[in-house]
């Protein structure tokens, strides 16, 4: 199977699982709740290899990721529609799509807010008053309300990476040494 069908499969049970998490906490009135806890979870994952391996590995069995990933939820104060979610979620085998699935769900958040969401990269986490200070700016740009999906990649060494939509703004360090590098080649 090529991989891009692989990766389709992924994106569409991601959405499946994140509408009817949307779904649920709409009814429940828990929207933004809901949000915080999936952001604290992606931030553990964020933080974490062996959490990350959890994730993404086919030899752990259901049983195995539902345990770890419950007690991983009580320590970080997890309850409710989120704690369930998550278990359903592993007792599915279904945790290698977690990632897809919250960033799916913080879009389909913005979308029934009336935002548009922006992918961020960032070499470091940003602050909260960087985070206010680029909405600010991609709100100018887009002339909506926007909310920002942060990830943290230290191999970009500086700068940002910012998708909203179709366009791509690299601001990067890296990219940038790389273009430098390609035109000192060119002139030498």
């Known amino acids: 199977m090529p991989v891009a069908d692989t990766s389709q ?37 964020d933080e974490s290899d062996d959490l990350k391996r959890l994730i993404a590995s086919p030899v752990f069995s259901a ?8 007690a991983l939820a009580d320590k970080a104060g997890i309850k409710g ?11 599915n085998r279904r945790l290698f799509a977690l990632p ?40 100018g740009v887009t002339g909506k309300d926007v909310a920002i999906d942060v ?6 060494l500086g700068g940002l990476i910012v998708k909203v939509g179709s366009r791509q703004i690299d601001t990067s360090l890296r990219t940038k040494l790389s273009t430098l590098k390609l035109a000192l080649k060119e002139v030498g």
């Open 63 to 70: 049983d195995e990721q539902s345990r770890a990933v419950s």
């Open 81 to 91: 529609i989120v704690a369930n979610f998550l278990k359903v979620v592993a007792g």
């Open 100 to 139: 897809g699935m919250i960033r799916a769900y913080r879009e389909i958040l913005a979308r029934h807010r009336g935002e548009v969401t922006a992918e961020v990269t960032s070499a470091h986490a940003l602050s909260s008053a960087q985070e206010d200070e680029l909405k600010s700016a991609l709100k």
């Open 151 to 156: 990830s943290v990649d230290p191999s970009i």
């Open 9 to 45: 499969q992924t994106s569409g049970v991601a959405e499946r699982y994140a509408l009817s998490l949307f779904e649920l906490a709409l009814e429940a009135n828990v929207l933004d709740q809901v949000r915080a806890d999936l952001d604290g979870f992606q931030a553990m994952i």
